[in-house]
């Protein structure tokens, strides 16, 4: 799926009101009563694009991870998931045509809410319980949600009796149609609150500090997102909650990296043991274990230890570790060990050009052109 800016044919910088011409104009063009029923596809392309692009709340969701942070990681549903037709007429005409009138309620959903989460690679490869602590807007404990102070009830609107909606004619690029939109004086909700809760000015919801339990999945890695429903802000009016979104990011580990769902890393071997085989321990994630190199290892050789690696996710399987070997050649020798490497080259059949320090390539060059 295209770019909701593209589809629209904007900038990512578009004011609301560019968003909405430029909507209102390729809605015009490509709405089945008008253009067909082939362009009906790009009809929901476009509207599914406004609707998203038009919410504030939404557009900086998707701003921050694409569609996906719509609708989370996992499972479909989500934000705009059920999308239909009906919404624009909505946004049309003010809620009139399809929408069946009657009062608003007053709840409206609370916004979504992101969060970085830290934490270790033993805690991403095996998972963990943490615990996160989060500035976010809780249900008012005074009113309970209400918005009125305690004793009191929202009033019946006088402008529209309750209705929560008044009718109008609208002229639109469909022709003339009889509409009804919602009352201004109550806010389409049909009732006043004349006596506001103090606590949260009438809101129903207070700003508080809220303490969530995190499960983070075994096999996680930097940038994954969990969608937990229903712990992002409560919504005004005792409206449900939005979603929170933890994203992860695991700290580079001292020994391990990750590969996919293998964990790497490499061992230095001298180049005697290597040549003569040897075993080393290796501190994995699960605790010690013996890794034995035969003997003839060379640099780059990988040695795998099968199902030490990371969970993979929701399955049950884990990765492997693999230990990349690399062979160490001594930087100082003493005499007695010069002596001994010569001989067993000379068993080798190998040759050997010594280079001795301060007689170099360059060197020789000089006195080769007797400078
Ligand atoms: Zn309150
Ligand atoms: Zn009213």
């Known amino acids: 799926m295209s770019n909701f800016y593209e ?11 560019e968003i909405k011409r430029a909507y209102r104009k390729l809605a015009r063009e490509t709405h089945p009563d008008v253009a067909g029923e082939a362009s009906a596809d790009r009809f929901k392309d476009v509207s599914r694009a406004y609707e998203v692009l038009s919410d504030p709340e939404k557009r900086q969701l998707y701003d921050m991870g694409g569609e996906s942070a719509l609708s989370g990681n996992r499972g479909g549903g989500g934000a705009g998931a059920n999308f239909g037709f009906t919404d624009i007429f909505e946004t049309f005409f003010g809620g009139g045509a399809a929408r069946p009138s009657g009062p608003v309620p007053r709840g409206r959903r609370g916004q979504d809410a992101i969060v970085t989460l830290n934490i270790s690679l033993p805690e991403a490869v095996f998972g963990a319980q943490r615990e996160i602590t989060v500035n976010t807007a809780v249900t008012c404990p005074t009113c309970h949600g209400s918005c ?26 469909l022709g003339q149609i009889m509409t009804t939109s919602p009352c201004s004086v109550c806010r ?49 009016g005792n409206g449900p ?10 700290a580079a580990h001292d020994v391990f990296s990750r590969q996919g769902d293998d964990l790497v890393c490499s061992v ?26 035969k003997a003839g290892t060379q640099a780059g050789d990988v040695h795998t230890i099968r199902g030490l690696g990371a969970a993979r996710i929701h399955r049950g399987t884990r990765g ?18 010069k ?25 020789r060059l000089k006195e080769k052109m007797g400078l």
Do not use: W
């Open 148 to 173: 009125c102070r305690p004793g009191t009830s929202p009033q019946t609107c006088s402008a529209c009796q309750g209705r929560g909606s008044v009718q109008r004619v609208a002229n639109s690029f």
């Open 268 to 293: 230095s071997v001298p180049f005697t043991a290597a040549a003569l085989g040897t075993t080393i321990t290796l501190e994995t994630l699960d605790g010690p274990r013996d890794v034995t190199l």
């Open 7 to 17: 589809t629209l044919g904007v900038s990512t910088t578009a004011t609301p009101e």
């Open 241 to 250: 909650a939005g979603d929170l979104h933890v994203e992860f990011r695991v």
């Open 188 to 236: 389409g909700h049909g009732t006043i609150i004349t006596d506001p809760c103090t606590e949260c000015s009438g809101d129903g919801r207070v700003r508080s500090r809220r303490t969530i339990n995190i499960d983070v999945p075994a096999g996680v890695e930097s940038g994954n997102r969990m969608r937990m429903p229903g712990y992002g802000e409560v919504g005004p």
């Open 320 to 337: 492997d570790v693999k230990v990349f070997v690399d062979v160490t050649v001594p930087k100082k020798l003493s005499e007695r060990e």
């Open 339 to 363: 002596e001994l490497l010569r001989e067993l080259a000379e068993l080798r059949g190998e040759e050997i050009h010594e280079v001795t320090p301060g007689a170099g390539i360059f060197s």
